[in-house]
């Protein structure tokens, strides 16, 4: 069983990756704002095996949550979900320290088969 | 003599017909033209663009510009909601101004910012900038602060920020100024959808925030004010904004972009020589004087307003303050007209000559004297008993129920476009207030301009213009 | 007019009305007018307060439900996951059968749901959602909007085409790409590149008017997420169209796609007499790395504008080839433009892999001035 954080600010996508991950293998818990992320990684002592994320979020955008995770003593592996179609912007999260990238509008089962690979990687 | 006075009475009778006339009739038409403009924009402009403009490797890069002067309280949250804006190539320029309390301090730490050794290139003189300063956090990356020598004046910070600025256009705001998220989405989208003019300035409708929830820089839940003060600038600023702009907009002559929030083509801003540091109405004077720098060097240029609130001030509460910032922005008109007259009626000066700076001149300026010349008149043919009560009360009752209406007018339509606040009563508690700002607080804003006119003539050194740089106190929160 | 019977409170009032002077008169008869349209004011803000109150009732009612039909049917369609292409998918309507499609509204918040989901989704899944738009008939509505009189609506109904992907004839789509409306010429053409079978570029050939910053925006996102669109050539334009926004246009899109090919036809650009596409030529040539056309650039460089001589710089930071060296130093040193200096600095540390010695002796022997302007271009934190 894996625990993955999604923080994501649109409606309809926690919907979408709720069901593309079979809850039988995953854990998925989702919030909605980069303040919300904070609380809940604080809360659960940063606790979770993988964070799916957004970038452009109210409070904390995702460039800070990929810093603040990153620079814990266990990194825990992100994946970077937007609509992001700047480069640099890109870029960025990868210097930050992002293990993937996916733009949306995304393939399911390639959210999947990218989630598992990095769970495997990180086993 | 008795015939040189009533033929001056006359004269002066009929002047003031002729006058009343032309205003009212310029709000008409100011009401029927913003609803001209508020339709096309609520046509034209849809999530969907906002959506492909944030997700889109074309979009122009922007450069916010926010001065800020002993903002400790709420200097890291404001960042932080600026941080978060959704934009998909943009910088944040701080411009610490001298502050005396620990606000550089809080930045520095919270944000991990280092000096570094900046190339700066003073294209505007200001006053001396002593550091800049960059984020080692690859996250705060599009974040820099400037640590200047305090220049007085917002216009001396914002014109020091100009300098370091590397895109095109740019936004100015103030650091206790509360933004939508998609504010700069929304101020480039006219921009790029003007087909032959250049948009040097946009703006945006700027609302009050003192009722209103925030949480950490970020609007929760809209309220109209429950001061009375605030609530009828409230309404004030519906009125100037959704009506008064949108409808000068459509006709391509908006006046001002305002000081709270407006985005500006960096070029035609630097080359005409940024804000006047010596100006209580500096907003004004720099479009102004953008405008002339487009005549001057045939830029066909174009100034545009859109109708959504993007931007929360926080308004005077008390009478004082509330003087204050009345009394500089009349000096502010003042010194602009003063300076600029040669544009009056020039027709050299296109639409900016001869529509809006004799508007300003005819209906802004010398609005409170002609009110005042009126009252004090109105009193001598009182006491002298010359005054036909029911028909004088006739008159003022027409310019009262005028006055409720074109309010409830710009109420209308801003409900209309955008359904604001989440209750219908609290619309209704908005409605009520034109009742009383003809009695209570038009009074005030006739007598702070006049007091602000009598400083402009006399010259008084500003006591205030350190602390309170937009005219009024620090938000508590 | 007044021969109507009027309660006897009024008399007075139209009795003062008679006798009064017209400036009064005026008066009066304005107070009612402003009087009635204040009212009026307050009876339409009651009206959309409680209109919008109950379409947002409605919607948030409905809106889970959709959303759950969109996720069991689509999402959580087996077939899906398996791989069987989207068309051969039988949808099983039932569900949805049970919503009031009947209602305008109703059919109008299935669409907008379903075009978010293809927003967050594509592939097979996103076909899928096509299918569902296409089977419970939601096109019905759009192609009546296409048919309206006004403009606003016809341009919703290209957009919702144009995300639903659905084919719309050419004859319906070309004559309003010469409307006289310039939000529907444009997304008239957005269409006609995103739908059209025959070739969906050819509006590049015939148009005319500049294409605004936002339409460009608008092209970019459709040509690049379009599936199946075959990308000609763009150099076509660059040497044949007399349209300088079309031609600035393609060469973003020559960047995009890094064609190669259409190097020469870049090159050739160099010669235009426009300042601006000059300067978006030099520029694409930088972005495609293109080493060959470096001495061309150093040779043309002092007789160009300044914006061109700073794209000038800066290709030559991108380009990197290690050969422009010696240039770059020159510029650095004796330009007394502090935005070109900057530029030369800037692409000197881009080139440092040959030029590492060349900085350092810079380094050593800098003015104040020279010093920073290298501090400011090498520190890692500062972006620009």
């Known amino acids: 069983m894996s625990k993955i954080l999604l923080v994501e600010d649109d409606e309809i996508m926690p919907k979408i990756v709720a069901r593309i991950l079979p809850t039988s293998e995953y854990e998925l818990d989702h919030v909605s704002n980069g303040k919300e992320a904070f609380e809940k ?12 994320t957004d970038i452009m979020m109210p409070y904390a955008n995702g460039f ?26 890109i870029m960025e999260g990868f210097k930050l320290g992002a293990d993937d990238f996916l733009k949306k509008p995304i393939i399911p089962a390639e959210l999947l088969i990218r989630v598992k690979r990095l769970l495997m990687k990180n086993k | 003599m008795e015939g040189i006075i009533s033929v001056l009475g006359k004269a002066y009778e009929n002047t003031l017909f002729v006058y009343g006339l032309i205003l009212l009739l310029v709000y008409a038409l100011l009401a029927l033209l913003s609803m001209l403009a508020i339709r096309y924009y609520t046509r034209k402009n849809t999530q969907h663009q906002l959506e492909t403009l944030a997700s889109s490797p074309m979009a122009p890069g922007i450069t916010i510009l926010a001065p800020a002067f002993n903002e400790g309280l709420t200097i890291i949250s404001n960042v932080r909601s600026l941080l978060t804006l959704n934009y998909p190539r943009y910088e944040i320029i701080i411009i610490n101004d001298g502050s005396t309390d620990n606000t550089m301090e809080q930045l520095v730490e919270e944000f991990k910012m280092v000096a570094v050794d900046f190339a700066y290139n003073a294209r505007i003189l200001t006053q001396p900038v002593r550091k800049i300063y960059k984020s080692t956090d690859p996250a705060y990356s599009a974040l820099m602060v400037i640590d200047k020598v305090n220049g007085k004046s917002k216009a001396d910070a914002v014109n020091a920020g100009m300098n370091v600025a590397t895109f095109d256009y740019f936004v100015c705001t103030d650091v206790d100024c509360i933004l939508h998220k998609n504010t700069l989405l929304e101020l480039i989208l006219p921009v790029m959808q003007e087909e032959k003019k250049r948009v040097i300035a946009v703006g945006a409708t700027l609302r009050i925030a003192n009722s209103s929830d925030f949480d950490e820089g970020v609007l929760i839940r809209m309220r ?19 009506l008064g702009k949108m409808g000068w907009s459509y006709i391509n002559c908006v006046p001002n972009v305002s000081g709270g929030l407006g985005l500006f083509d960096t070029e035609v801003a630097t080359r005409c020589g940024g804000y006047d540091h010596s100006s209580f109405g500096e907003d004004m004077e720099l479009l102004t004087r953008m405008c002339r720098y487009a005549h001057d060097n045939e830029i066909s240029y174009a100034v545009r307003y859109i109708p959504r609130t993007l931007c929360w001030t926080e308004g005077p509460s008390t009478v004082k303050i509330f003087s204050r910032q009345r009394t500089r922005w009349a000096r502010g008109l003042a010194q602009l007209m003063y300076a600029h007259f040669s544009m009056f009626l ?16 005819f209906f802004e300026l010398l609005a409170p004297l002609v009110e005042f010349s009126g009252i004090l008149i109105y009193i001598y043919l009182a006491v002298t008993g010359q005054v036909n009560w029911p028909y004088a009360s006739m008159l003022l009752l027409f310019v009262y129920t005028y006055a409720v209406m074109i309010t409830t007018i710009a109420i209308l339509w801003d409900q209309l476009s955008f359904r604001y606040y989440k209750k219908w009563w609290e619309v209704a508690y908005l409605c009520l207030t034109p009742f009383m700002e003809f009695l209570l607080y038009h009074p005030l804003i006739v007598f702070f301009s006049l007091r602000g006119y009598y400083y402009f003539l006399t010259g008084k050194k500003s006591t205030w213009g350190n602390m309170q740089r937009q005219g009024f106190g620090k938000k508590k929160k | 007019m007044f021969d109507i019977p009027t309660p006897a409170f009024l ?31 307050y009876f339409s803000i009651l009206r959309s307060r409680f209109r919008g109150h109950q379409r947002k009732k409605r919607l948030d009612y409905l809106l889970p439900k959709i959303d759950n039909l969109i996720i069991d049917e689509i999402l959580a369609n087996p077939e899906v996951a398996a791989g069987t292409p989207a068309d051969r998918i039988q949808l099983n309507l039932d569900g949805f059968q049970e919503l009031p499609l009947h209602k305008k509204w109703a059919r109008q918040a299935t669409t907008n749901r379903i075009i978010h989901f293809r927003r967050n989704v594509r592939g097979n899944a996103g076909q899928l959602l096509r299918s569902l738009y296409i089977q419970l008939e939601l096109s019905k509505d759009t192609m009546k909007q296409m048919k309206s009189s006004k403009w606003a609506r016809k341009v919703r109904a290209l957009t919702e085409f144009i995300d639903m992907d659905i084919p719309v004839a050419d004859v319906t789509i070309l004559p309003l790409t010469n409307s006289r409306n310039r939000e529907l010429r444009a997304a008239a ?46 150099a076509r334009w660059i040497t044949y169209s007399s349209n300088k926004s079309v031609v600035s246009f393609c060469l973003k899109l020559i960047v995009h796609y890094n064609q190669l090919p259409a190097v020469p036809a870049v090159i050739k650009l160099l010669d235009t007499k426009d300042h601006y596409l000059r300067a978006d030529a030099i520029n694409c040539l930088g972005k495609l790395r293109v080493p060959d056309v470096e001495d061309r650039l150093v040779s043309m460089f002092t007789s160009q504008p300044l914006q061109c001589q700073i794209e000038i710089l800066k290709a030559i930071g991108r380009i990197s080839s290690g050969r422009q060296v010696d240039f770059l130093k020159q510029e650095f040193l004796h330009s007394t433009n502090f935005d070109l200096r900057k530029a030369a600095a800037k692409s000197l540390v881009k080139n440092d892999w040959v030029a590492s010695q060349v900085l350092q002796e ?20 500062i972006k620009y």
């Open chain 1, 41 to 52: 990684l604080e809360s659960t002592n940063y606790g979770y095996d993988l964070i799916i």
């Open chain 1, 64 to 89: 800070e949550i990929l810093s603040r995770v990153k620079s814990q003593p266990r990194p825990i592996p992100v994946i970077i979900v937007s609509n992001a179609g700047n480069e640099d912007m």
């Open chain 2, 224 to 242: 109209p004010p429950r001061q009375l003060l605030p609530r009828f600038q409230e309404v004030e600023y519906i009125r100037s904004f959704v």
């Open chain 2, 346 to 361: 020039n027709p050299r000066y296109g639409k900016m000559g001869m529509i809006v700076f004799p508007f300003n001149f």
């Open chain 3, 11 to 41: 008399d007075p009032v139209f009795s003062t009305f008679r006798e009064a002077p017209l400036a009064i008169r005026l008066a009066m008869i304005f107070i009612i007018i402003a009087i009635s349209i204040t009212l009026l004011a």
């Open chain 3, 189 to 234: 053409r957005h269409a006609y590149i995103k739908l059209s079978k025959n070739e969906p570029f050819k509006f590049f050939d015939v148009v005319t008017d500049p294409l605004l910053m936002w339409d460009q925006v608008e092209l970019f996102r459709i040509i690049t997420t379009t599936e199946d669109i075959s990308i000609p050539n763009f």
């Open chain 3, 362 to 381: 810079l380094l050593d022997t800098a003015d104040r001035e020279s010093l920073l302007i290298l501090k400011h271009c090498m520190n890692p934190l």
